[in-house]
């Protein structure tokens, strides 16, 4: 079955620690995003990226990086300059040709600082 | 760029309640309009979509009419149970005739009591 996997479902990170997090997706899609989640909020867009090699600042990009080295893959790094790194990061996909589908969305991974 | 409100929560109802969740939009021309569920711990699932003016979308006993006269996407359910108890999130694209990012209402938890 074709869909996004994220991994790890739960990830602790230290002071100071850069992360990195897992989204791949089999479904061909060419659109890949991350959001980030805060308990009982809404979802803020952290990067997107719409074709390999190639991708944009969300609007809370600041202390986060990413590479699109493969149509698959889009991972997600959280550095020690995000100071406030602990909430549910999700990741999403999105196809050119499907416009009427919307996002896919990955199950999430869960980042706290210890 | 386009623009979705909806109304905050919680909200909470008995089991085999009616429920209502509204959502405005603000957008150029017809976009597609979403509504996506979050159950706890899990990410986005896609509930319904509408993709022009006037349909009905439909899924899990959940409809939502796009309404043009009143810019309105409002999500229902005639008899709710426990198990709908989530997160829902009203979304529409970005930008009109794009297939790039979305634009995601700050989503409204329901909480359905036995």
């Known amino acids: 079955d074709g869909g996004i996997t994220q991994s790890p479902k739960y990830l602790f990170r230290k002071e100071g620690q850069n992360v990195t997090l897992s989204c791949e997706q089999n479904?061909?899609?060419?659109?890949m995003y991350w959001y980030r989640q805060d308990p009982g909020q809404g979802l803020r867009l952290i990067y997107y990226?719409?074709?390999?090699?190639?991708?944009q600042k969300g609007d809370i990009a600041e202390g986060y990086s990413v590479s699109r080295e493969k149509k698959e893959s889009f991972p997600l790094t959280v550095t020690s300059a995000q100071k406030n790194p602990t909430a549910f990061y999700l990741c999403?996909?999105?196809?050119?040709?499907?416009?009427?589908?919307?996002?896919?969305f990955g199950s999430g991974t869960r980042l706290t600082v210890v | 760029g386009n623009s979705v409100t909806q109304m905050e929560g919680p909200v909470t109802l008995s089991e085999e309640a009616f429920l209502t969740i509204n959502c405005t939009y603000t957008?150029?021309?017809?976009?597609?309009l979403f509504w996506y569920v979050q159950y706890p711990g899990e990410g986005l699932q896609l509930l319904l979509k509408a993709t022009k003016a006037d349909d009905k979308g439909s899924n899990k006993g959940f409809e939502a009419t796009y309404r043009k006269e009143t810019t309105s996407f409002h999500l229902e359910k005639g008899s709710v149970q426990v198990s709908d108890s989530a997160v829902y999130f009203c979304a529409l694209p970005s930008i009109t005739d794009s297939w790039g990012k979305f634009q995601f209402g700050a989503g409204t938890q329901v909480v359905v009591t036995p």
């Open positions: 479904l061909n899609h060419d659109a």
């Open positions: 957008a150029t021309g017809y976009p597609s």
């Open positions: 990226s719409q074709i390999v090699n190639d991708f």
């Open positions: 999403a996909s999105r196809s050119r040709q499907e416009t009427n589908y919307g996002y896919t």
